[in-house]
């Protein structure tokens, strides 16, 4: 969950930065300062997906392997694959540098144009499609063994954790179900290449990371609780009655 909370913020960075040259530095057109910002802003979309393929895989290692291969539990393998991700994602956006695709085009991100067919579908697959579609199998067949394991079981304990495993599942889904929807009208651009497609993808994507921040504190009890405290604590009014007494006995207790 860090690692995913870490990618969504140099998405948010890589984000602004992107649309602040869009915005407020138009007459910013070379080419390959735009080709890095494509590079950029591709990579921080993969981090973001990846990241939930990382949980994913973290999610089977524990209700699949655990017993047969406990040394998948330990934080020294999460850390190795936390540093997978990281390469993985530096790694698969190198076409945007490599290639001569991006070239900086006015009023618009810098972005693999439609008329290289093959740069645009390596970028759906790649940055999308295949993260999503592995996602998806990972949690269907998790799913599938927690329904088998929970017809069989016994003791109220494994019930108990199917519970907890279950609830866990289902929020990742959801999170990952408002990811899917941010990047719907990204997809529907590509298919009918409609500027109200591209518009409203520059905005879903972003704002689905928003959303998915909020409903993980609001899903998570323990995060939840922690924000809560910490609003309370800001807010909490002191009377200024107890204020002043406190500040007397303080004083009669240095004085003591």
Not at 197 to 205: D, H, K, P, Q, R
Not at 208 to 231: F, G, H, P, Y
Request: charged share 15%; glycine share 4%; hydrophobic share 45%.
């Amino acid at each position: 969950m860090c690692n995913t909370c870490i990618a969504s913020i140099v998405y948010c960075i890589v984000q602004t930065i992107n649309y602040s040259f869009l915005i407020f530095l138009p007459w910013e057109k070379g080419d390959i300062g735009c080709q890095w910002r494509g590079y950029f802003g591709y990579m921080t979309i993969s981090a973001a997906t990846y990241s939930y393929l990382v949980q994913a895989t973290s999610r089977l290692f524990f209700a699949r392997f655990s017993t047969k291969y406990p040394w998948l539990l330990t934080f020294k393998t999460h850390y190795y694959l936390i540093l997978i991700h990281w390469i993985a994602v530096l790694i698969i956006p190198l076409s945007s540098v490599i290639t001569k695709d991006i070239r900086f085009r006015p009023g618009l991100l810098c972005w693999v144009p439609l008329k290289y067919t093959i740069h645009v579908a390596y970028t759906v697959f790649g940055y999308y499609f295949v993260p999503i579609a592995s996602i998806m199998i990972i949690y269907i067949y998790i799913y599938k063994r927690i329904k088998n394991e929970r017809k069989r079981a016994k003791s109220i304990l494994h019930t108990v954790n199917e519970k907890r495993d279950l609830e866990v599942l289902r929020n990742i889904v959801i999170l990952l179900f408002i990811y899917i929807t941010g990047g719907v009208p990204t997809m529907l651009f590509l298919l009918f290449t409609m500027e109200i497609f591209y518009l409203a993808g520059i905005v879903t994507f972003t704002l689905a990371v928003t959303v998915e921040k909020i409903c993980t504190i609001l899903l998570d009890r323990e995060l939840r609780q922690v924000v809560w405290n910490i609003i309370y604590s800001r807010n909490r009014v002191t009377p200024f009655e107890n204020t002043i007494t406190q500040t007397r006995n303080a004083t009669n207790a240095k004085r003591v």
